[in-house]
């Protein structure tokens, strides 16, 4: 099993739409959890960190379920600017150190 | 001011040669890294360094070979360039080891022909 796996995409959807990811990981040790913003050609960035008691910036809400190990970014009233590639994000500690394991990421195409 | 720089953006070239890639940080962070990204845009890290040692390797082949002359600093060389090789690699930092956010560079998109 993947480390972290995500929703394939793309999801392609009108303006102002509610559009939600899903993200599972492996590790039940991880402890941190973001998701990641990659718009086309450029770097990573980062979009939210995710809380255990879920958080909300803005029109983004991320959830955590630790139980089923999943991790959800809902994204509402949808601009074209949103269009980008969203990269799942969880942490992985080893004797070595720890490091962010990034999933394959989830396209959205936001159209008018 | 660019908080994470890279260079070369684009590197072109044959398959055997050796090439850097240089990389610095103005953000006085201690921890920075080398991620790949290959064709199917899947991110995975390389190297992490920490005050200029080396805490992670991602068991990538030995002719990648990282170097920090400083904190600020973390350079990637390759020696024997392969055809697989051909990816955008990231640096990266963050302000220690851990769980913080990572600063990611503009990339260098390496071409192996």
């Known amino acids: 099993r993947k480390e972290v796996e995500q929703d394939p995409g793309p999801f392609n959807v009108p303006e102002g739409a509610t559009v939600a990811f899903n993200c599972t990981y492996s590790n039940s040790a991880s402890q941190s959890f973001f998701w990641y913003r990659q718009d086309c050609r450029k770097e990573p960035k980062l979009l939210m960190s995710?809380?255990?008691s879920g958080n909300e910036d803005g029109r983004f809400t991320a959830q955590l379920n630790r139980a089923s190990q999943y991790i959800s970014l809902l994204i509402r009233d949808s601009k074209l600017s949103d269009s980008a590639t969203y990269l799942c994000v969880v942490n992985r500690d080893s004797q070595a150190g720890t490091a962010l394991i990034f999933g394959k990421g989830t396209t959205l195409s936001v159209s008018s | 001011d660019t908080a994470v720089s890279q260079t070369p953006k684009y590197l072109v070239t044959q398959m055997g040669n050796d090439k850097s890639i240089k990389c610095e940080q103005n953000l006085g962070h201690d921890t920075m890294y080398w991620y790949k990204q290959d064709s199917k845009k899947f991110l995975k890290i390389m190297f992490s360094y920490n005050n200029k040692e080396l805490i992670i390797n991602e068991t990538v082949p030995n002719r990648f070979s990282p170097k920090s002359p400083d904190k600020a600093h973390l350079n990637l060389h390759i020696n024997s360039l392969e055809l697989g090789d051909s990816a955008v690699y990231f640096c990266a930092s963050s302000p220690g080891q851990g769980t913080y956010e990572q600063y990611f560079g503009p990339g260098t998109r390496l071409t192996v022909t």
């Open positions: 995710v809380y255990s």
